[in-house]
């Protein structure tokens, strides 16, 4: 009992003239980037209390 993943022919062709994979894996990257700057940017003491709390 195999599961199967139906795409139209001409949608699955210009997602390979988009970029494909290689977009979709650079698209990634960069969301997941964002994700990690954000969440630094929200919390920039917490880092700081750490140093301070080791001396």
Request: net charge positive; charged share 40%.
């Amino acid at each position: 009992m195999g599961s199967k993943i139906r795409i139209p022919r001409d949608d699955l062709i210009q997602w390979v003239k988009d970029g494909g994979i290689n977009k979709y894996k650079e698209d990634i990257a960069k969301a997941d980037a964002e994700y990690e700057e954000q969440q630094r940017k929200s919390q920039p003491y917490r880092t700081g209390a750490r140093r301070r709390s080791s001396y």
